[in-house]
């Protein structure tokens, strides 16, 4: 449905909140959701770090692994009834998932569609020939130990406007900051100027409600008996009525679980934000403590009174590096003397790790329902649990000082303690750690380009 269409308003769905979110809820959306425009943030700072490496590895990869699954999904819908679709899924490889877009709407006969891939967000080689501070750490980007990885600034809104205002049907970003997905297609569409701070403070804080998806429609809400949330197992995905002054309606589509209201907009309006009045974006300064909420509705929530600040001169840059490894297994005991027997396992690794030299920058051995997530802060006079998870897990600089935790984890299979329960170690017991910091960049140095392709 298009603006005209809708009387004025622009209705905007959120599809996922993460790389990984579920597909069927958008397909509901791209179907019932009566929509203009369908976004899906999928991408986090270490998932654009990860996707480096992949497409390092093949260079027509490093997009999304779930671009073909979902877009396939949702594609026919909304193709029939003319919903736009924005998402970073292109993550470091933006070109490639346009194309790769375009190959799927040609085999499922949904063409002629214009896909576009907006890129520029790639500043590793900046910070390569040039040093900066971090934001997040003392010291600069050189001066921090590991390679780099990646480097990607935040993009603000305006090459997706630009590339909506060409035509497009899909636009598929890299690197874009997560607000900035829904506020191009109402300056796209309500014709705002990139100076009009009120109009784009007001209309950013639609994408910060809905970047998350689920959170915003009872997702990360429930706590039963005291914050229930309908059928959760058929969590909706919201959607947006947007107006043409940026006030907002949230919804959902009906018959579907979740809730939403004042509760749930509460939460998710202060979700991640440092400064209520200061909230930055490389659009706008958003300033969040006039914002006035009101239950207009079963499910509709209204927001209005959002007031917006001149945009900074720098975008934030996020850095990805590589910093070592992590080697972790686990092993169980349950029934009378189970804590006992964990104690002693306990020892005999740490033991054990001193004898074979392990090389670690932190080593954790948590018993899982008992410590693991408190741990000295953890109560000393709880009951005895009846069974008890080890969780053994060491962060090193190198591969192989990894390894020796599941080695010596298996030992306790034959030369440990009584009664000891081992999981067989289907996956690979280590793992890289990706670091993720922070820098920023001026805004000059950046050029965003679109590039158009066609089914």
């Not at 770090?49 to 260079?59: F, G, I, N, S, Y």
Request: charged share 25%.
């Amino acid at each position: 449905m298009s603006l005209a269409q809708s009387g004025g308003k622009v209705r905007i769905g959120c599809g996922a909140g993460f790389s990984g979110d579920r597909i069927e809820p958008a397909v509901i959306l791209a179907e019932q959701g009566d929509l203009d425009y369908l976004v899906f943030e999928c991408l986090a700072e270490r998932t654009i770090a990860m996707a480096v490496r992949t497409r390092l590895k093949q260079e027509d990869s490093g997009y999304d692994p779930l671009l073909v699954e979902r877009l396939g999904a949702v594609l026919p819908a909304a193709v029939r009834n003319r919903v736009r679709i924005i998402s970073n899924m292109g993550a470091a490889n933006p070109v490639a998932a346009a194309r790769r877009a375009a190959e799927l709407a040609g085999k499922l006969g949904l063409g002629p569609l214009k896909i576009a891939a907006v890129t520029g967000d790639d500043v590793l080689a900046q910070l390569r020939e040039k040093d900066r501070p971090l934001m997040d750490a003392q010291g600069t980007v050189w001066q921090w130990p590991g390679d780099l990885i990646s480097a990607n600034a935040y993009l603000g809104a305006e090459p997706i406007a630009q590339a909506l205002a060409q035509g497009a049907d899909i636009v598929i970003t890299g690197r874009a900051a997560d607000p900035s997905l829904f506020l191009a297609p109402l300056v796209h569409e309500f014709g705002w100027a990139w100076n009009d701070w009120e109009h784009l403070g007001r209309a950013t804080v639609i994408g910060h409600l809905l970047e998350c998806a689920g959170q915003i429609t009872g997702g990360y809400f429930a706590d039963p008996g005291f914050k229930d949330v309908p059928e959760p197992w058929n969590l909706a995905f919201p959607i947006v009525e947007a107006e043409p002054d940026g006030s907002v309606v949230l919804t959902k589509v009906a018959g579907t679980g979740g809730a939403v209201d004042l509760r749930t907009v509460k939460e998710q309006i202060l979700y991640e934000v440092h400064d209520p009045a200061n909230y930055i974006t490389p659009d706008v300064v958003v300033d969040f403590t006039t914002a006035q909420l009101e239950q207009v509705g079963p499910n509709r929530v209204r927001v209005a009174g959002i007031s917006g600040k001149p945009r900074t001169p720098t975008l934030k840059v996020s850095i990805g590096c590589t910093e070592g490894f992590i080697g972790e297994d686990m092993f169980f005991y349950a029934g009378p003397g189970a804590l006992r027997r964990a104690q002693l396992a306990k020892r005999i690794l740490e033991e054990r790790f001193k004898i074979v030299g392990l090389k670690a920058e932190e080593v954790r051995i948590d018993f899982l329902g008992m410590n693991a997530i408190h741990g000295e802060m953890t109560p000393h006079n709880q009951p005895e649990p009846y069974e008890i998870a080890v969780r053994v897990a060491a962060r090193t600089r190198t591969r192989d000082e990894a390894i020796k935790v599941g080695r010596e984890v298996d030992g306790m299979a034959v030369s440990g303690v009584a009664m000891t329960g081992k999981r067989v170690p289907h996956q690979d017991r280590t793992r890289e750690i990706i670091g993720v910091w922070s820098s920023l960049v001026a805004r000059e140095k950046i050029t965003p380009s679109i590039t158009m392709y066609e089914s």
